[in-house]
């Protein structure tokens, strides 16, 4: 069964950073395509950033300069490197993974139970 599990949310004060973690099982991260994604309450989900296969990231123009997606295959593990976070960055956190960057940023195919990121003024 293929599990994404991510960890390292919590509370922090504006201007700070937190990492987020996706540990996989079952799924070599290597070979997929890897993203995180957010929701806030009452908020359409929305896609922050993505990694292809052969590491070409995007994001989000509201993170763009502020958060870094990276993949360290050798741990199966994809992180989310949050810097300057701001109020409004406040959500659930969650790990995607698909067959191809387009798949991963519209319909991925696995998806990890989430980790909330409070942040505070």
């Known amino acids: 069964q293929v599990q994404l599990v991510e960890s390292g949310g919590g509370l922090v004060q504006a201007g700070g950073s937190l990492r987020l973690s996706c540990a996989a099982s079952?799924?070599?991260?290597?070979?997929?395509?890897m993203a995180w994604y957010r929701q806030a309450p009452g908020k359409q989900r929305e896609l922050v950033a993505s990694?292809?296969?052969?590491?070409?990231?995007d994001y989000a123009d509201s993170v763009k300069g502020r958060f870094t997606i990276s993949r360290d295959s050798a741990k199966n593990t994809v992180y989310l490197q949050m810097n300057s976070l701001q109020p409004e960055d406040t959500a659930g956190y969650y790990c995607?993974?698909?067959?191809?960057?387009?798949?991963?940023?519209?319909?991925?195919?696995?998806w990890g139970q989430g980790t909330q990121v409070t942040v505070s003024s």
């Open positions: 995607a993974a698909a067959v191809s960057g387009a798949v991963v940023r519209t319909r991925p195919s696995y």
């Open positions: 079952r799924i070599f991260v290597g070979s997929y395509a």
């Open positions: 990694t292809t296969i052969t590491g070409i990231t």
